[in-house]
């Protein structure tokens, strides 16, 4: 275990649906990821979150909206989603915002949209 | 745009190969190069990083080199063993901090 735990581990959702994804990570950590992994492509960051401050947003659609209460929570809700956006989320922490070569990942979300 | 390429994508071997994995990377100004694991229904988990001031980090049975002026990367992986088949993912960290990664070599050891 690594420190950070992601619910739900697999989510089917309609293109008409709303759920989120939650991250919480338990290492005293002040930056937060959210990452998506297509298959056989790279791990694509979309999301970073500094002392709960969003700061990057990797050009993703609305349809992704993350929050951050807290340094500890993270969340991504979706809606509308469409079937490209099948993949596994992944979301990761670090120390702080200057040890992003620190990184400790969660195991992900296997999301199917159907 | 810095690009991550891996090869193989993916590769089968018997218990007990010497094998090596390559990454490549586009641009050199690079802060360092990470190696990670990536198990099935689990995350990414540090193998080795390797700074941009040195040519090569081991632990255990593993060795990572760094040639960052050719934008060259490799794992090398010796003796390997059923407990290795996993997904080995190659990252680097650019300036402005951020990762970026390729899309892996799956690797299976068949005992």
């Known amino acids: 275990e690594t420190g950070v735990t992601q619910t739900p581990r697999h989510l089917v959702m309609g293109m008409t649906n709303k759920k989120s994804l939650k991250c919480e990570q338990h290492?005293?950590?002040?930056?937060m990821y959210w990452y998506k992994q297509s298959a056989k492509k790279p791990l694509e960051l979309m999301f970073v979150?500094?002392?709960?401050?969003?700061?990057e947003n990797n050009s993703v659609p609305s349809r992704f909206s993350p929050e951050c209460p807290n340094s500890s929570h993270l969340f991504l809700h979706l809606h509308t989603l469409q079937p490209e956006d099948s993949a596994l989320y992944l979301c990761?922490?670090?120390?702080?915002?200057?040890?992003?070569?620190?990184?400790?990942f969660g195991p992900g979300t296997r999301l199917t949209v159907t | 745009k810095q690009e991550v390429t891996q090869i193989p994508a993916a590769l089968s071997v018997p218990e007990g190969e010497n094998l090596v994995l390559n990454c490549s990377f586009t641009?050199?100004?690079?802060?360092?190069l990470q190696w990670f694991r990536q198990d099935p229904g689990k995350g990414l988990t540090s193998l080795l990083l390797?700074?941009?001031?040195?040519r090569e980090q081991t632990s255990g049975r593993l060795n990572a080199s760094l040639d960052k002026s050719s934008g060259r990367s490799t794992l090398y992986i010796a003796a390997s063993q059923p407990g290795d088949s996993a997904t080995y993912l190659c990252?680097?960290?650019?300036?402005?901090?951020?990762?970026?990664f390729g899309a892996g070599t799956i690797l299976r050891v068949k005992s």
């Open positions: 290492l005293g950590h002040n930056a």
């Open positions: 390797i700074q941009s001031s040195q």
């Open positions: 979150y500094n002392f709960k401050e969003q700061t």
């Open positions: 990761a922490s670090s120390p702080s915002p200057d040890t992003y070569y620190e990184q400790y």
């Open positions: 641009d050199s100004a690079i802060y360092n």
């Open positions: 990252a680097v960290e650019e300036y402005g901090n951020k990762l970026v």
